[in-house]
């Protein structure tokens, strides 16, 4: 067997994996585009028909817009929860934090279908299924692991003596977090909040059980489409979610960059 | 003293926000549903003697297990040839493999879910090329099977392979393998004796995420899986929505709990799960 085999034979092997990961997401471009009534490649021509279609119709704007400000509403909770409780855990010492910062990790690790059983019987009592609370309440809870993740990240780029020096010289708690702290961090918040927004306005599982017909976000329309009525309008959704997506993504890289350089 | 005692206590309201929110919201659900399993329809452990008994628990749980263990080997295989293409690369076609790994995992699941119906369905475009092409004369079985769930479920867990292992191949030393080539060994041996033990740990970390993420997955299963071939995730929501079973759907929800407990538990002493779960800490 010649010498430089496995390289040659992992380098394919890597390129036909890095194919299988990204051509099924651009298929759905050409299948948006179709000039045809049906799920298929254009045959005679490109079409935008089937955007015009999602862009038009109430239904799916509703949803956007539901989904949009349910995501607003629960990055704006995950981002101030987990934020103050990244700080509060960077600053006490390591290990009386443990227990908190493994609390912090569980919805990463429990998967949603046990949570969303868990809301579904826990709002009810409470009044909160099918309304906007409930699903900011499910979507922010969930999304604080994110913004954990980031920002401690960040702050384990922070020297904690400026932290000291601005108490030593008298600031309060509070001017502390002001001006010294969230500045040097606000990279780390971004993405984190970017994360939380990902994560709701992408959520499935939950919405499933706690919201019915007031609240019928996005992806729970993508779902009922996918189930009920495969057409090409489908593909015209996940175009623009797609670029939405990417949008945010690159938003990120910039921000971090401008930081970075 | 008094001074630094009164300032811990600021700190510690910081964290309280959180704490509570995730104990009223999050904790607290799930034990109380939880709960029900020992409790619904009758008290006792019926529900769990179910798992001896039962024909269709034991089909569902043998399912997941076979479905896991597939998606955890291939996604190892296809994440590790990635993530070692990575390190091997120049840091410009670094930037290019990394995008590959990072924007399919930032792409809804739902929306790649759709994509591999599009493709893999009856009148599909891959069957419909495959038929023009004359290459097969009835459109293959691609989609609402265990197959269609296995391409859906390793596409979405690669990334997730590809992240720990990349982080546990960038500490190798190239120059060990530099040295290990210039002592001789072929490039062959080098990678297997040098470069594949020393990215172990990385392996192990990434085959235990995408095995418990494996195990509680409920959307791509559902779709993909047509409602024929179910998985705990799905077959709980069929307990809970459909049949109002609430102690045998309750009973699979916290086996699911317990089996990624126990999974991260008996890891933790092998790997580091702070490398799981990025530098959380």
């Known amino acids: 067997m010649d010498g430089t085999y496995p390289a040659g034979a992992s380098r394919g092997l890597a390129w036909a994996t890095a194919l299988y990961l990204v051509l099924p997401i651009l298929i759905v471009l050409p299948v948006a585009l179709t000039d045809q009534r049906y799920l298929s490649l254009p045959e005679h021509g490109i079409s935008f028909q089937h ?23 629960a990055t704006a909770l995950s981002v101030s929860a987990g ?13 009386a934090t443990d227990l908190v910062r493994v609390l912090m990790l569980l919805p990463l690790i429990i998967p949603s279908i046990v949570y969303a059983i868990g809301l579904y019987r826990y709002f009810g009592p409470l009044g909160l299924l099918d309304r906007f609370l409930g699903v900011v309440i499910a979507h922010g809870v969930t999304g604080i692991p994110y913004v954990i993740i980031t920002v401690s990240t960040a702050l384990a780029a922070f020297d904690p003596r400026l932290e000291q020096a ?3 010289m008298g600031a309060s708690l509070s001017q502390t977090l002001r001006w010294v702290i969230l500045p040097r961090i606000a990279p780390g918040i971004f993405s984190g909040a970017i994360f939380a927004f990902i994560h709701s306005w992408d959520e499935l599982v939950m919405v499933l059980f706690i919201a019915s017909r007031d609240v019928f ?5 993508i779902w009922d489409g996918i189930n009920e009525n495969l057409d090409p309008a489908m593909a015209a959704v996940a175009v623009l979610l797609i670029f939405f997506t990417l949008l945010l993504l690159l938003a990120d890289r910039a921000l971090r960059r401008r930081n970075e350089g | 003293m008094n001074d630094t005692g009164r300032v811990s206590a600021g700190w510690w309201l910081l964290i309280l926000p959180a704490f509570l929110l995730l104990v009223a919201f999050y904790i607290a659900p799930i034990l109380q549903v939880l709960a029900i399993s020992f409790t619904d329809p009758e008290p006792g452990l019926g529900n769990y003697e179910r798992i001896f008994t039962s024909g269709s628990v034991q089909r569902v749980i043998m399912t997941t297990l076979r479905i896991c263990l597939i998606t955890t080997a291939l996604s190892l295989l296809l994440g590790y040839a990635i993530a070692y293409a990575i390190t091997l690369a120049s840091p410009r076609a670094k930037g290019w493999w990394l995008l590959a790994v990072l924007v399919p995992l930032w792409i809804s699941v739902l929306v790649r879910a759709f994509a591999w119906v599009t493709l893999l369905r009856r009148q599909g475009l891959v069957n419909n090329s495959l038929m023009g092409a004359g290459v097969i004369s009835e459109p293959l079985p691609l989609v609402w099977n265990e197959f269609g769930i296995i391409v859906g479920m390793v596409h979405y867990m690669v990334p997730f392979a590809v992240l720990p292992m990349l982080s546990s191949m960038r ?14 060994a072929s490039r062959w041996e080098v990678f297997r004796s040098v470069f594949l033990p020393l990215s172990k740990p990385g392996i192990l970390a990434a085959a235990v995420l995408v095995f418990i993420f494996s195990l509680g997955f409920y959307i791509t299963p559902a779709i993909l899986g047509g409602g024929k071939t179910l998985m705990v995730a799905e077959w709980i929501s069929l307990q809970i929505l459909d049949l109002i079973r609430w102690g045998l759907g309750t009973m699979m929800a916290t086996m699911l709990v317990v089996a990624i407990l126990v999974t991260l538990a008996v890891f933790s002493r092998i790997v580091d799960l702070r490398r799981i779960f990025g530098s959380g800490g």
């Not at chain 1, 976000?217 to 329309?221: E, I």
């Not at chain 2, 500490?171 to 001789?184: F, M, Q, S, T």
């Open chain 1, 51 to 73: 955007f015009r279609t999602v862009l038009t119709s109430p239904a799916w704007l509703g949803s956007i817009w539901q989904s949009f400000t349910i995501a607003v509403a």
């Open chain 1, 83 to 95: 934020t103050l409780c990244a700080i509060g855990c960077w600053r006490i010492s390591r290990r």
């Open chain 1, 166 to 168: 601005a108490r030593g």
């Open chain 1, 217 to 221: 976000t996005l992806p729970r329309r």
């Open chain 2, 171 to 184: 500490e190798i030393d190239p120059r060990l393998l530099a040295a290990a080539r210039g002592l001789g």
